[in-house]
């Protein structure tokens, strides 16, 4: 294992390949910039070629780097939906 300089991990760069480093990341980015808030079956919809523990085991992830918000959705007491969190 190599060891890396502090100077590396903050590079700004290296964050942002570190958030959006695999190809599932940065689809569903696209998919919730483009369609907004959406629940977990229409992003699946929208990407037909991901498992369904494939996503949401990316949007466990990048919820927890603040990529991604989940908020109720309005006319449903148990609906969750995704959106990017443009404000980090």
């Not at 523990?53 to 992830?61: D, I, Q, R, Y």
């Not at 990529?67 to 969190?85: A, E, F, K």
């Amino acid at each position: 294992m190599k060891i890396v300089p502090k100077e590396y991990s903050a590079c700004p760069i290296r964050n942002v390949i570190d958030r959006f480093g695999n190809k599932w990341s940065m689809l569903i980015l696209y998919i919730l910039d483009k369609g907004g808030t959406l629940r977990f079956s229409e992003i699946q919809r929208e990407m037909v070629d991901i498992s369904q523990k494939m996503l949401s085991t990316t949007l466990k992830t990048s919820g927890g780097r603040s990529l991604n918000n989940q908020n109720g959705l309005p006319g449903s007491t148990s609906s969750c939906g995704i959106c990017v969190n443009r404000g980090r």
